[in-house]
């Protein structure tokens, strides 16, 4: 990584949108759903930006818009300073290689079908011209370095826990070398313990390949771990962004305070203040 | 006397590499009124010792207990006529995926007067009052209205709600919640959580909530049982077990909260030296 990049801004986005035309049928109405509604948003090299918001505020839709699987309807989309639209070209393999996503399921987004050999060198033919041994050793490295084993390379999906799945599916990732990771509610699904190991993994990566992580959630306590920004999401508009720190200390928008107020503590004081409470009613 | 008393329970399923212990010996009581949270990560056996009492595990699950009491009613000993009698009405159970526990093909009204013409022998107008009561009892806005949807057409909260609305309308004396709150967004959570706690302080039951998220515990528990791969951990007050945890699994497990990330990484379970289970040889 070298220092003049730093600071550089990896994506950036300007007002984007995006909108769904629902088909009407023989008695309703076609319409049309506005699921962004002009998001800006901006992320420097080596940092991470958490989008917050609940079921249906259009998070995964912006990163689907991100990781340049669906068009933008309107905005403006810059990633490594080059304006991408892939409604108007196609996406080429330098650009898919550039940005990866990690999903949330990691027992649907691993085809059961396939070796994790094979999942790891799946990329890597569609977007290279590397060569098979080659991919094969590259495939190999990663697995070690997501703390797997090169004994893992030969086994099928079903043969691993939830987060070794997700372990898989970020080494698959982080295969083509990509500047750019979007994370969509990575550990959801995981126990306590094990979102503890994938948090840690997603650090130390960062760390060492200077990625810039996109992570979806809805997870306050897992967000302020994780974030140097925070993007609040709410019906398809960005309420708040700023740094976590900003944040969490002044929320600014009502949204923002009734997720915090929402959200359960799990500290001594707020037990002691509940029982106190209940113990007076 | 308890509402609940369980004295070494043992649940194991036959499997084809022979029986596997999903629980052993596991103790424990609910008093008339209590909130009892049982905390634990996927496969510690949380869920299926809730189910042995309930009588739903399926035929390869073998119970033992040296006593399985519910209101001084012996549940070992009943057949499954005379349990169906009391599950349902005096214990009844709220389980984790709201959408997918309602039956798709009935109205959720017609679904929740099943369970009154069942237990309550109630004629078919006294049911219908009592379903729009108890609608409007768990916060369902136009209950008369809604009782005449499917539970396709409602919200994951909504269902919720309705579940609960068929768990309290025999008015129980202990209600299970099996993560209630896991498939839905925080704020819906909070909402549905005080609604739990409001019912619980206002009919006296006894409710047990099955959970693995730290601040559900903290939020609503009196008491709390840490389980781990069928065996009980630890068994304390709730400012206890955060104020100072006895156990090593229960300290890594706030400890791996990341509200109490310490530095940039998190510990985890296994950083944690590991006490042998009691009982353990």
Redesign the interface.
């Known amino acids: 990584m070298s220092k003049d990049t730093k600071g550089a801004v990896v994506v950036e986005g300007r007002d984007i949108r995006r909108d769904y035309h629902v088909r009407g049928g023989l008695f309703t109405p076609a319409r049309t759903v506005h699921a962004v509604k002009g998001v800006s948003f901006s992320v420097e090299k080596g940092k991470t930006l958490a989008i917050v918001g609940e079921s249906g505020c259009g998070k995964s839709t912006l990163a689907r818009i991100i990781t340049l699987i669906d068009p933008a309807t309107a905005g403006e989309l810059f990633i490594d300073g080059r304006k991408i639209d892939i409604a108007a070209e196609p996406l080429t393999p330098e650009m898919r290689r550039k940005v990866q996503i990690v999903f949330q399921n990691p027992y649907g987004s691993l085809n059961p079908r396939q070796k994790i050999g094979d999942i790891l060198c799946e990329p890597l033919v569609i977007n290279t011209d590397v060569k098979a041994d080659e991919r094969r050793e590259r495939a190999m490295s990663m697995l070690k370095k997501v703390g797997l084993g090169t004994e893992h390379y030969n086994r099928y999906p079903h043969m691993f826990s939830g987060g070794q799945r997700q372990r898989i599916a970020i080494a698959r990732a982080l295969m083509l070398n990509p500047s750019l990771l979007v994370l969509d509610e990575p550990v959801s699904a995981l126990d306590l313990s094990v979102q503890a190991q994938v948090l840690n993994l997603l650090a130390d990566l960062q760390d060492e390949f200077g990625l810039t992580y996109i992570f979806i959630s809805h997870d306050l306590s897992v967000v302020r771990y994780i974030a140097d920004d925070v993007l609040v999401m709410y019906f398809g508009e960005a309420v708040e962004y700023g740094s976590r720190d900003a944040v969490f200390s002044d929320p600014q928008h009502s949204y923002t305070k009734t997720l915090f107020a929402a959200t359960p503590r799990a500290d001594v004081e707020s037990i002691r203040a509940r029982l106190t409470r209940k113990n007076a009613a | 006397m308890p509402l609940l008393e369980i004295r070494n329970l043992t649940v194991s399923f036959e499997t084809s590499t022979g029986p596997f212990m999903a629980v052993q010996g596991i103790d424990l009581s609910v008093e008339p009124g209590e909130v009892l949270a049982i905390v634990g ?2 496969g510690s056996g949380k869920s299926v010792s809730m189910l042995a009492v309930m009588g739903l595990l399926p035929k390869t699950a073998t119970v033992r207990a040296d006593r399985m009491a519910f209101d001084g009613i012996d549940l070992l000993s009943l057949d499954p006529a005379q349990r169906r009698r009391i599950v349902g009405k005096d214990i009844s159970m709220i389980f984790q995926e709201p959408i997918a526990s309602l039956n798709p093909c009935f109205t959720v009204g017609f679904q929740i007067e099943e369970v009154l013409r069942f237990h309550m022998g109630m004629d078919r107008a006294r049911r219908r009052a009592r379903a729009i009561e108890l609608f409007t009892l768990v916060g369902i806005p136009e209950p008369e209205q809604r009782l005449g949807s499917y539970p396709h057409q409602m919200s ?1 909260g909504q269902c919720q709600r309705v579940m609960i609305a068929m768990a309290i309308a025999c008015n129980p004396k202990l209600l299970i919640a099996d993560e209630p709150t896991t498939a839905l ?6 909402q549905i ?1 005080d609604l739990l706690m409001k019912l619980q ?1 206002e009919h006296g039951m006894g409710l047990i909530m099955i959970t ?8 609503t528990a009196d008491r709390v049982i840490v389980q781990y791969r069928g065996r009980k951990m630890e068994e304390a007050d ?2 206890s077990l ?2 100072n945890p006895k156990s090593n699994y229960t300290r ?3 400890a ?4 109490n ?1 310490v530095g ?7 950083d944690m030296m590991f006490e042998p289970a009691p009982g353990a040889a």
């Open positions: 990560e996927s994951g967004d925080v704020t819906i959570q909070k959580l302080a693995h998220n730290m601040g559900v515990v903290a939020e709730v400012l955060f104020e890594a497990l706030l791996a909260l990341p509200d990330a940039d990484r998190l510990p985890t379970i296994s």
